[in-house]
């Protein structure tokens, strides 16, 4: 299947997915977050292949991330509205659009902001906390496999 | 091409790739966050075919996230190590990581879990605040498209 390189594109979620790997059904999470809400406005921004839209859409409402529901203007219509669920992305959404503010794009180029209503002033950096507030980069965590803690190799710095 | 499922992994990350979609690359990033260096162990817990991982390796180095070093036991062996940039993708990851906590397991479900090294405890909940440093949710955010105030529907609640 072809995809569409999102290597020059405006918004910084999008870039990020192209620099990883693809991840497309995160760009409709992120439109339903911005309040796209129906099928031809997904189809229309995402560039997408209807067949191909209509499956992602049908695996979000499955995994209940979006669910159906009748159009707000009163027409025969299906809109898509995030769940609970789905607006819990944020959260991954705005770390990924972060760090594609930072890594893949050049100071003065044009980007897409999200902002918060009241100030209208940028987000602040996500980071990681410990419980008990002190900020963690890779090297202060470790993982537990089940219950034991995993043997890697430490790294050296 | 084939793609093994994550519905079942004991990875919070994982299954919410499966559930959203796919991105391989990014357990690649995962693996080498918690210390994996070497071809043959991303293989070995990926279970990638050796092409494909081959090419995602090569793809993760060329975009900057990841940068290949000599072995650290002296052998002619190279290994994969995270550069800053790939580092910073640790929000994302936790950020993924705890959506699937909450909603891909149930209480009891066995799962790997990212603790501080210091505290051996979880992570606090990562979540997103505005400049001012309140948490914010979906409702609270507006995209700026390059510089102007995007017009979406307003959604109903």
């Not at 020059?8 to 309040?35: F, Q, T």
């Amino acid at each position: 299947m072809q995809r569409k390189s999102f290597h020059g594109n405006i918004c910084p979620v999008a870039r990020s997915l192209d620099s990883i790997g693809e991840w497309w059904s995160l760009l409709i999470v992120r439109d339903a977050m911005v309040g796209v809400r129906r099928f031809n406005d997904f189809q229309r921004r995402l560039g997408l292949a209807r067949n191909v839209l209509s499956a992602r859409l049908k695996k979000l409402v499955a995994n209940g991330i979006l669910e159906q529901v009748p159009a707000t203007d009163g027409t025969s219509y299906q809109e898509y509205v995030l769940t609970e669920k789905g607006n819990a992305l944020l959260p991954t959404l705005i770390a990924l659009r972060q760090w594609g503010e930072q890594y893949l794009f050049s100071e003065a180029e044009p980007r897409n902001t999200l902002v918060d209503k009241k100030h209208k002033k940028p987000l602040r950096k996500m980071q990681v906390y410990n419980a008990d507030g002190e900020t963690c980069t890779t090297s202060d965590l470790t993982l537990i496999v089940g219950s034991r803690q995993e043997e890697v190799e430490e790294k050296s710095a």
